[in-house]
Each structure stands twice: as C-alpha cells, then as structure tokens.
C-alpha cells in the first residue's frame, strides 16, 4: 500500500484542476510570455492525466520562478539558479512524482550553468522549461546570458561585447535526451511540446522564448514564428544527432537576424533515464525510498551489523 | 605521561601504507586487551611527504594521543628517493626519522630502516650522541633488504612490525591472524613469513636492554575499533538516513566514502555531484520529498553550501550537514586540523540563522550527536549542523561493540500521514495550511508537514516569506508571526535537550575546585587528560568540554562559570571563537575567561595544557614551551 495516494490516482482530471481556486492573481506585467508557458502546463499537465498533488513544480528566483505561485500542485520555490539539484534530489527520493522545474535564462544558463549541464548529461527523468526572455526580467532587465551581442542596458550601457549562450546546442552537447524551442505566442505547439517533454523517459528541456515588453522593448514579440515540423523549408531527422545539431545552430543563429524557428530539435529514444541507470547498477532501490519510512514491516539496517570490520 | 603505556609511532611516505599497516598493529594491540587512540598526521598530498601515525595503547582508558612518543619505527620515505626529484623534496627522506625526535621519551626506542635510509644522513642527526643523553635505544635494521628477500620492498612495513612485536615482547598471534583475514594466497605466505623472520632476527640478534614494552590490560567485552568519521556514518545510517549528496574535500570526505559504501548496499542512494551548491541542494530536495538526508563538506565547501541552508531554514526542510574543519582561511593546510570554522558554521547565509549545530568531543559523542542532530533537524524541521575536524574525523579508539547495540529511529518527524491531512486546516483554496503562524496552534514552533505526492497536502514551498499556505507574502504582521515561530523553535529545542536527555556537555575534574579548563569539540579528550594530571598533581582543577554551540547551554555555562573564580577556555584557533560565543551568548563572566590557543596546525597534548594551566591559573610565571597564545578576554 503506498503512502501516497495523489501518484497514479485513477480518476477525471478536470481541466482546471491547475488553476488556484482564490488568490493569488498573478503579479506579471501585461503582454508578458510568463502568462503563455502558466497557460501551456495548466493545459497540458491534465491531457497527460496527470493531478495536482502527484506533480512536484520546482522554481528558481526571478519573473518565471514565480510560475508555481498560480498553479495548483506541490511547488517548491528555491532560490537563484538552483531548481535542477533540488529537483533531481526529489525525484531520485520519491521517481513517481511527475517532476517539472523551471526557471529564467538568467536563472538556468547563468548563475545555475552547472547544474544545467551536469543534470542534461545525468539525463534525470524530469521536464525543465527555461523561461527564455533574453534579459533579466525581475531585477530590472540587466543583460542576460542570451541577450544578443550588443544589447544594451544599465549594466551594459555601451551593448554586450559577448556572444550569446546557444541553449539548444549545450543541452545537446550536454546530454540532453529531448530538446524543444517553443515561443508563448504559439500555445498549442507550446502545450504539445510540453506533453511530449512530461511522457519523455530522461531530461527534457524546452528552451521557452518568453517576451518581456517591459525591459526588452527593442525585441521581437518572437512572430512571426516557424514551427520546423510544419514547414517546409527545414525536415531533419530529430533522431539524428548530427542533423540536430546542424538545426539548432542554425535555429540559434537565425533568431539574432529576427527569425524565429521553433519546434522538436532531438529526441534519443534508446539512452536510459538515470534512475534507470542507477538502479541497473545496484545504486537505488525499485521501489521510491519515500514509501520505506511509512513501511512499519521494513526492517531498518542497523549499524550493529557493520562492525566485522572493526574488530 | 605514564609509563605503563606505548606510544608508537610509525613514520614513513605518504604512499607507503603506513595507514593500513598502522591500523592492523592497533587491533592487534586492542585485541590484546588494551585500549587503544590514534592520531593521524599527514602532509596534503599523495605520494611522498612524511607522514605518521601514532598509536597509544594502555591497561587503562585513553582519551588523546598523549604526550610525544615511546617507540619509534621509522621506515624512512620510499618516494623521496628519486635523486632528480631533489629539489623537490629536499631532506625529506630522512624525516621520519629526524622530525619530531625530540618529543621521543627518555628510554625510548628507535627502529629505523637501514637499507632506505642514507649512513650520511643518520650521521648529521647526532643519534649516537643524542641516545646516549636521553638513554634512547636505537636499532638500524635493514628492512627493506629483508622484505626485498622474500619478494617485495612494500613489505618492509610488515618487516618493521615484526621487529616491534619482538622488541615488545608481544605475541605474533593476533597480528597474524589479522593478515590473514586481510590478505590471501602468496601475498599472505610472503608477508607471514617476512613477519616471523623479522620477529626471531630481532630476538635473536639483540639484547634487549630496553625498558619499553608493551603493557598488558583485558576488557570486560568485545570492542570494535572506530574513528570520528566511522561513529558519524553510523549515527546517521541508525538514524535511517537513506539520502547523502556530496563533493571530495578533505577530511569531510571521510564521512561521504563510509555512507556511499554502505548507502546502496541498505538500498539507499548517494549522489556525488558538480559542486557543494549542489550538494547541499539535492540534500534539500530529497528530504523535502521525505527521504532522511544529509550532505556535508569542509570549510571552502560548506562556504557554497550556504544559500541552501539559508532555504532550508526558510522553508523549514529538515536537513543535517557536518562541516569537517580544517586549517583555514581559504584552501589552508588541507591536512590539519582546526577549529576556526565555528563562526561561519553559526552565522553563514543571509538573515538570523536559525540552525541547530553541535561539535561532538569524541568519537562515542560523535555517534550519539548524530543522531541527536537526526532527531531534532525531523522533529523540528530546521538545518542541524555537526562541527568537527580533521583529529576527530581520523582518529581511532576502541569502543564497547555493545555500544551500537541500539534501535534505529527511521521517523519522519513532524510530517503527517494522509489520514492525518485530511483533519489537518486546509486554505479555502484546497491548499494545506503548511505554515501555520498562530501561536496557539503552534506553541512550540513546529507546523506539521506533508509530503508531494500525498493526498490533500499541496502547498508551495519558499524561500521567500509567505503566508500559511506557503504563498509569497510581505505582510508585517504574517511576518512577525512567522519569524516569531521559527524562531520559537531554537526556544523549545533548548528546553528539550535541558529537559528530555543527558547533557551533551561532559563534565570532568574535581567538582568542587575553583579553577576550570573549558574547550568545546575535538579537544575535549586531550584537555580531560590535562585535568587528571592537575589533579593528580595537587591542583583542583574542573573541566568542561561543550558541544552544544546553537541553541547554547546556558544554564550549564552559567553554573560552571559561577563556580570557579578563573578559567582557561582551550580552542584551535587564533581568534578566540568560542570564547567569543560565550560572552555573547551568557553576557558577563569577561574578567573570569582567559583563552589559550593552538594553530599551527597541529591538535594540543595534554602536556601542553597543563604547562598552560600552571601558567596562566597556577601562578607559573615561565614561558610557553609550545607553540600557544594566551589572550585575555574582552573585559579583562
Ligand atoms: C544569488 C542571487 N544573486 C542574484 C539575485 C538577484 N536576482 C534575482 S532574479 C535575477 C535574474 C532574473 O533573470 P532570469 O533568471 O532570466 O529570470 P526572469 O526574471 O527574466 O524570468 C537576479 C539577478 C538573487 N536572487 N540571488
Ligand atoms: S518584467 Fe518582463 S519578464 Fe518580468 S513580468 Fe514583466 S514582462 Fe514579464
Ligand atoms: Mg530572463
């Protein structure tokens, strides 16, 4: 019997179950993307059968962190840079909660880079949606780790001398096993995108082009958009590695010259999650720890019996 | 010092195996019925160096490695022996021998490896002169020819603990019995034979005009032999901690190798990661979803592991870190032991910390604070924080076994089941009530929690302030409530372990004197060591040895200070930390303090102490042999 009945509950999930009954209203400025990637989840996260209380949404600090303030489920709200590691901690302790994190450019490509990359290349069965706005939203519009070279703010008033992140081809590189572009002005290829990254079994990253009209005026609303599934200009194989890549650099570089493309870049169907890994090593258990502690039967391993070694 | 106990030190290269060769001659000894400390020191680095480790074996219970040493076995170091590498490693080779002779007793015996190291170099030390002045007894022995003879130089270890077995006139039994548990087929024949040899040369070839031998004692059960690091892991795995994320740093690493030997095999999970943030992060993240975790690191690693145990405090995650110390600022003497990590330990991260943190004063303490800390961090929901350091963390002593004998406590703490959701005070929302202010609800600070993935449990979790449901908020009022409660907590944890448990401090000395020797953590052994002495000396001397650093004892304090007319506070470092914590946690009692403090890396001997008592309290006017600083306190 499990200690936790919310996981896997058969039950009809309403399609407003995401959505708080009262307050809070959400505190983000008019015309902000942060509104398309709540809008999106709310809307996937039920299609994919899943309840509020079975689904772990973990933040980092900035405008999109506060994305698990309007939406109903367990949320954990952490600090600067660091949703991955405490997102993956849980996972690993409890893997039948649907893990979700999520946080700013800022927040994921600068500050918390490692975790980025050490939590893509571990592939850990979880979504992590990166709020891409290109500026620091929260503390003002500073230049971001994506803002494009040359852009100006009060911390860089002559314009950024520095190239860019490519998001797409360093969570490749990095290990990545699902890689997305979507854009808040496109919900239902955002919310399809989520779905596909919430069923992936390893990390699945979408980089989300979220616009900031309050601090990145001189930026595009990201339209016009191209989804690369619908068009026909571009048809590589997103099973394909080196063709990923060649369209995620080319996709990074486009959006500097204002044009969006967006849509699924790679996806490994064959590497295995993790846990997976881990558990085919003999290094965490088949069934999630968190049920032991309520297992009155478990006989706890005691130190008493490691003392041979000692004597 | 006394003479009915060895004190032996093997000297070598790092590399050589000094470590386990050391151990097995330890429970060889305790095996005999003695009782047995270590102490470890070694250089930061992986070949070469010198390094030592001594082992103190008595009939009677030993509490610190004593003062100097009585036999020394000095292998000389293998790996400075490279002739280009001479600038590298300059007089080096023959430093196990040369370093620290003075501290040899008088009477004491010497074993060096004649084969390794260099007739020139032995010729400048004096030795001749120097044994006959301080009636050393010095035996040249070629070990590295003997273990060449039966195969392999590394052998010449096991050469050199045959020769001391002989010396001592010890049996070869339990050293030999030890072999043969660790090694196996021609390696074990080889080293077998080796011994034996080495044991009847010694025999045969001498006379043993010596006095050193190796005492005799029984114990009443079985003991296992234990290090710091050892008690900690088994505090914690008793505690049903399932969880450790980590990243290397000596001498925390200790601990993290111990959990992620044994974690798996219990089917639990260690994790080493990209960086301490990390570490101390996913700490966070599995016990928030109900795992009992920990992480931990040393000085530079835990200075990263401050914002995630600003947010546990925040967010009241239960979470237990230890913070392993070592000589700092910055990447200091990686290798040495210090205890100058007390104020960041206590104050880092933003905002009034509200953390529980404990500094065990031995290895049994280790255990049972551990496990404290295990109990509190669940019950209480808050960051507890085990301060040590290098000495604890290395050295071995011999415990009862009976001593693990004991029930595991795998409880959650505060955390509520389903059943008891359903009757717990919900938002209109749906949302529970995790954070509840009101006092009435909340009397000793403590608001229950639930787990994601439970029925009926959903709320939000924040590093920011927030309201009862969990949701942001900057209200004043909320806000007050809020830290009021927290803070309530550190209220009702202090009365709990005044109220509901044994003292974690350790009194010792003469009860009614009015002099004391206060010390916290690590030092503890060494100062209860130097209170006997003073005692025995005709002194009345009392002793404290503190380990509850946050929430502070100050009842106990109080008393032990309102008893004595002076007191010597002993700690390793140079800005008198604790000292500090104690006049700002009990506000008086300046003119009564006077700190004596080591850091030069090396951990004091109770020598030492008691040249400082008679110093500072007994009215000595000399100066400090060692290499101590006395300061008055603010006040004085
Ligand atoms: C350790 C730390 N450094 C700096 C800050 C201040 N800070 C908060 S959010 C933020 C940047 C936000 O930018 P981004 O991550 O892109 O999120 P956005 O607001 O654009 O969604 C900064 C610098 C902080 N909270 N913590
Ligand atoms: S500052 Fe920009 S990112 Fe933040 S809420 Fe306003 S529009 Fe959105
Ligand atoms: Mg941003």
Redesign the pocket.
Same mark, same amino acid.
């Given at each position: 019997m499990s200690a936790f009945n919310a996981i896997g509950e058969e039950r009809e999930i309403d399609r407003d179950e995401f959505t708080p009954g009262n307050e809070p209203q959400p505190t983000w400025c008019p015309g902000c993307g942060d509104f398309g990637v709540l809008k999106a989840l709310k809307q996937a996260l039920p299609e994919v059968g899943r309840n509020p209380e079975e689904v772990l949404t973990v933040t =980092? +600090? =900035? $405008? /999109?962190g506060k994305l698990n303030s309007y939406l109903d489920s367990y949320g954990f709200h952490t +600090?600067?840079g660091r949703s991955l590691p405490v997102a993956r901690a849980a996972k690993l302790a409890n893997p039948e909660l649907e893990v979700v994190a999520a @946080? !700013? *450019? @800022? *927040?994921g490509y600068g +500050?918390g880079g490692n975790h980025f990359i050490h939590t893509a290349r571990e592939n850990h069965d979880m979504t992590y949606i990166v %709020?891409n706005?290109e500026? %620091? !939203?929260?503390?003002k519009g500073q230049t /971001?780790p994506t803002s494009p070279k040359g852009h100006k703010s009060k911390t860089q008033p002559s314009g950024s001398a520095k190239t860019p992140i490519r998001p797409l081809s360093q969570s490749l590189n990095a290990g990545a096993g699902y890689i997305a572009r979507t854009a808040a002005v496109n919900p239902n290829q955002a919310k399809e995108i989520i779905k596909e990254a919430i069923e992936y079994d390893g990390f699945a990253h979408i980089d989300f082009l979220t616009q $900031?009209p309050t601090w990145n005026k001189d930026a595009k609303q990201y339209v016009p958009y191209v989804d690369i599934q619908d068009s026909d200009d571009y048809d590589h194989d997103i099973h394909d590695r080196t063709e990923a890549s060649q369209m995620m650099f080319e996709t990074e570089n486009k959006l500097y010259e204002g044009e969006v493309l967006t849509g699924r870049y790679y996806v490994d169907d064959e590497s295995p999650s993790y846990q997976q890994e881990k558990q085919a090593i003999g290094e965490m258990p088949d069934e999630p720890l968190v049920e032991r502690y309520f297992d009155d039967d478990y006989e706890w391993e005691r130190s008493y019996d490691l003392l041979d070694r000692h004597k | 010092m006394t003479d009915d106990e060895l004190i032996w030190r093997i000297a070598g290269g790092s590399g050589d195996g000094i470590d386990s060769t050391s151990q097995n001659f330890a429970k060889a000894l305790m095996r005999s019925g003695l009782d047995i400390f270590t102490h470890r020191h070694y250089p930061s680095r992986i070949r070469g160096g010198h390094t030592y480790v001594e082992i103190r074996a008595a009939g009677h219970e030993v509490q610190s490695r004593g003062d100097g040493y009585n036999f020394l076995l000095a292998l000389g170091d293998s790996f400075a022996r490279n002739p280009k590498e001479e600038a590298v490693y300059g007089d080096e080779e023959i430093k196990p021998l040369s370093e620290n002779l003075d501290e040899l007793r008088e009477g004491g015996v010497i074993v060096y490896d004649s084969g390794l190291l260099e007739d020139d170099d032995v010729a400048e030390l004096n030795l001749e002169e120097r044994a006959e002045e301080n009636d050393w007894h010095v035996f040249p022995i070629d070990l590295r020819g003997m273990a060449k003879e039966h195969g392999r130089e590394v052998m010449r270890n096991t050469a050199g603990v045959g020769v001391t077995a002989a010396l001592l006139e010890m049996d070869l039994d339990h050293i030999e019995d030890l072999m043969t548990d660790a090694m196996s087929g021609d390696v074990l024949e080889a080293n077998l034979s080796i011994l034996r040899d080495a044991y009847e040369m010694a025999q045969a070839e001498y006379e043993f005009e010596h006095d050193v031998r190796a005492p005799s004692g029984e114990h009443d059960e079985e003991q296992v032999l234990v290090s710091g690091s050892n008690a900690i892991a088994y505090g914690a795995i008793d505690e049903g901690c399932r969880f450790i994320a980590g990243y290397p740093m000596t001498p925390w690493t200790d601990v993290f190798t111990i959990m992620t030997q044994n974690l798996p095999k219990m089917g639990g999970i260690s994790e080493q990661v990209e960086d301490e943030i990390a570490a101390a992060a996913l700490a966070v993240g599995a016990s928030h979803a109900g795992v009992k975790a920990m992480s931990g690191s040393s000085g530079g690693g835990f200075a990263l592991m401050s914002?995630p145990l600003g947010l546990a405090e925040m967010t009241e995650t239960p979470l237990v870190l230890v913070e392993s110390m070592r000589a700092g600022p910055s990447t200091g003497m990686p290798t040495k032991p210090e205890q100058a990590d007390l104020e960041h330990v206590l104050y880092t991260s933003q905002g009034d910390s509200q953390r529980v943190v404990f500094a065990p004063g031995n290895i049994e303490e280790a255990y049972d604070q551990t496990r404290m800390a295990f109990h509190i961090a669940y019950e209480y929901q808050i960051p507890a924080i085990l301060i040590y350091d290098q000495k604890l963390s290395g050295e071995n002593k011999n415990v009862d076994e009976s001593f693990f004998d004991r029930e595991p406590n795998p409880t959650l703490g505060s955390t509520l089941t389903e059943e008891e959701l359903q009757e717990a005070a919900h938002e209109a929302s749906g949302k529970f009530m995790r954070f509840q202010s009101d006092p009435d609800e909340t009397e000793n600070g403590v608001s229950p929690r639930s787990l994601p993935g439970q029925k009926g449990g959903r709320y939000l979790a924040s590093g920011n302030e927030h309201w009862p449901s969990g949701h942001i908020a900057e209200d004043p009022d909320n806000r007050v409530l809020q830290m009021d409660r927290r803070t309530r907590k550190l209220d009702s944890i202090r009365e709990e372990l005044d109220e509901e448990h044994d003292s974690q401090q350790t009194y010792f000395g003469d009860e009614s004197a009015d002099l004391g020797i206060i010390t916290w953590g690590s030092q503890q052994g060494t100062v209860e060591e130097a209170v006997e002495r003073l005692n025995d000396a005709g002194h009345a001397v009392k002793g404290i040895g503190v380990s509850d650093m946050m929430p502070f004892p100050d009842a106990e304090l109080t008393e032990f200070l309102e008893s004595v007319d002076e007191a010597l506070v002993v700690e390793m470092n140079a800005s008198a930390q604790f000292r500090g914590l104690l006049q700002k946690e009990l506000g008086r009692f300046g003119p009564k303090l006077t700190s004596m403090l080591k850091y030069n890396g090396n951990p004091f001997e109770p020598g030492e102490i008691v040249e400082g008592f008679q110093i500072r309290l007994g009215g000595d006017s000399a100066e400090p042999t060692a290499q101590v600083r006395f300061e008055p306190a603010a006040g004085d």
């Open positions: =980092g +600090i =900035g $405008c /999109s +600090i600067h @946080g !700013g *450019d @800022g *927040d +500050i %709020f706005n500026v %620091f !939203g929260l503390t /971001s $900031c | 914002e």
